[in-house]
């Protein structure tokens, strides 16, 4: 019967036992797989502050290439004064004439419509009136072409002019007694009417 009992005691006490290494067990898996479902909760919120971050800055260069492109497509007119004298397409002629302020007064300040690089700024050899050119090539792409004026002495090839910035005064240079500004867009070689692209 002792015999028996300290059998039984014994079950007991490695059932005992077991049953606190069970315990212990699932426990420790617990507190383990918490342990891991932090550190993926840690992660996934370090992923997505990443990716915020990531598009905030995707955006911010989208707004700022957006700026940049609004920028360069941005135009302003060459003269204080709007006064067309010649119209595109009026018989042979292949871009606008810009009229002084006051007629046949020489001196109206003549500005870069849009930002680009002197390509030319002189008379140059195919100007059969002896016109003197200013022709720039756009940042936008496009090639702008200012005629009789008086160039200004820092307008030189190879100069970066930006949108504003004077490029002479208006005069008759090549067409005397007719005081005004001669203005040609080209697109993608093609001369085309600047009023399209200037501010209305």
């Not at 930002?115 to 756009?138: F, M």
């Not at 949108?163 to 867009?185: A, F, W, Y």
Request: a positive charge; hydrophobic letters at 30%.
């Amino acid at each position: 019967m002792a015999s028996y009992r300290r059998r039984r005691s014994t079950n007991r006490s490695d059932y005992l036992e077991k049953f606190q290494a069970y315990i212990k067990g699932v426990k420790e898996s617990t507190n383990k797989l918490k342990q891991e479902q932090e550190q993926n909760r840690r992660n996934t919120l370090e992923t997505l502050q990443n990716l915020s971050d990531h598009l905030g800055n995707i955006a911010k260069k989208c707004h700022d290439l957006s700026e940049q492109i609004e920028n360069i497509f941005t135009f302003q007119w060459p003269t204080e004064s709007r006064r067309i004298t010649w119209n595109f397409g009026s018989d042979h002629d292949s871009g606008i004439d810009i009229g002084a302020k006051t007629v046949g007064i020489k001196g109206d300040i003549i500005s870069a419509i849009n930002s680009g690089t002197v390509t030319l700024s002189d008379v140059p050899t195919w100007s059969k009136s002896q016109s003197t050119y200013v022709i720039i090539k756009g940042d936008d792409g496009y090639e702008y072409r200012y005629v009789h004026l008086d160039i200004d002495a820092s307008i030189k090839v190879g100069n970066k002019v930006t949108r504003g910035q004077k490029l002479g005064t208006m005069s008759d240079n090549g067409s005397p007694g007719q005081v005004h500004l001669h203005l040609e867009v080209i697109i993608d070689g093609k001369k085309t009417d600047p009023l399209l692209i200037l501010p209305k």
